[in-house]
């Protein structure tokens, strides 16, 4: 796995634990636009 996503994954999870916003609604524009994930 990509260490880059391990970082990103990390940092949602901190900013979904501080904000209390949906970890889908930030991780998939990074993983889609950031990192070229296909959605489908």
């Known amino acids: ?3 880059y996503i391990i970082f990103f994954g990390l940092a949602v999870g901190v900013l979904v ?3 209390g916003v949906g970890g889908g609604s930030l991780m998939t524009p990074l993983l889609i636009l950031v990192f070229g994930v296909k959605p489908v």
Do not use: A, I
Request: charged share 15%.
């Open 1 to 3: 796995m990509d260490p």
């Open 17 to 19: 634990g501080l904000t």
